[in-house]
């Protein structure tokens, strides 16, 4: 893939677009980066034109200026889209990517051609309850990485990857993150409950792993069920489920387009 800069902008991102057919846009999961898709690159490529993005702070995205925000991530791809005349393309975001896709959807909803969640939650509609939740254990987390990041990812890589393999290739890319960059991931609840639950334009694809935290299992089948929209709970798989078990992510993928495009 080949590897960008955004003018004017902290932004990377990496391009694959040698194929005749619609695009596909990955943004991945909080503390790591574009690398954890490393297998669905390998997978896609030649199928589908590619584009992935490193999240403000994390990955190359990381020489921002004063006022930049990760609440300007939708505008950001927007503007990748317009440089690189992308009408729309599927969007797959795992975990805190599942978040940023959504907000694209909201503002940018004509060019979606389907959204593919993973290990995440409607931001459009979010029990306050589950959020505070939530918040009191990413700070837990978050105060080992004040103190250590190897600490920190070592408790990190058991939570977001189940098979042995996932984990120590999350750990190896979490070790990358910067402490500085906590401070983006502060406008994370911006994104909460900001814009009305509608019918969506575009097929919906929710998922997780079957050993991700019961409260994520909880949302997945909630979520599908008010949505009726496709769900997958992939087994053997953690919260990272395309790092812990790439074949099924991409076989299911592969089949959620397929079933689009009728």
Request: charged residues 20%; contains cysteine.
């Amino acid at each position: 893939m080949k590897t960008l800069q955004l003018e004017n902008t902290p932004i990377t991102y990496y391009i694959d677009d040698t194929a005749n057919n619609h695009w596909v846009v990955f943004a991945h999961a909080a503390f790591v980066d574009h690398r954890m898709f490393k297998k669905q690159f390998q997978y896609f490529a030649g199928k589908y034109n590619l584009l992935a993005i490193d999240i403000l702070g994390h990955g190359n995205s990381v020489h921002a200026q004063k006022g930049d925000s990760i609440e300007q991530m939708s505008d950001w791809i927007n503007l990748i889209f317009q440089k690189h005349n992308i009408t729309a393309a599927h969007f797959v975001g795992v975990s805190l990517g599942s978040v940023f896709i959504q907000d694209f959807a909201n503002k940018y909803e004509n060019r979606v051609l389907s959204l593919a969640c993973f290990g995440g939650y409607d931001i459009n509609n979010f029990d306050i309850q589950r959020q505070k939740s939530n918040t009191k254990g990413q700070m837990a987390m978050m105060l080992k990485a004040l103190v250590s990041v190897k600490w920190f990812a070592k408790a990190n890589k058991k939570i977001s990857a189940y098979t042995s393999e996932a984990q120590e290739e999350f750990y190896k890319l979490n070790l990358q993150f910067r402490k500085s960059s906590f401070i983006y991931l502060a406008k994370l609840q911006s994104f909460v409950n900001k814009y009305p639950r509608k019918p969506r334009q575009y097929n919906l694809l929710v998922g997780c792993g079957e050993h991700d935290i019961p409260m994520e299992i909880d949302i997945v089948n909630e979520w599908a069920a008010y949505e009726q929209c496709d769900k997958v709970i992939i087994q053997g798989a953690g919260h990272c489920a395309n790092m812990d078990k790439p074949s099924e992510f991409n076989t299911c993928l592969e089949s959620f387009w397929s079933s689009c495009n009728k």
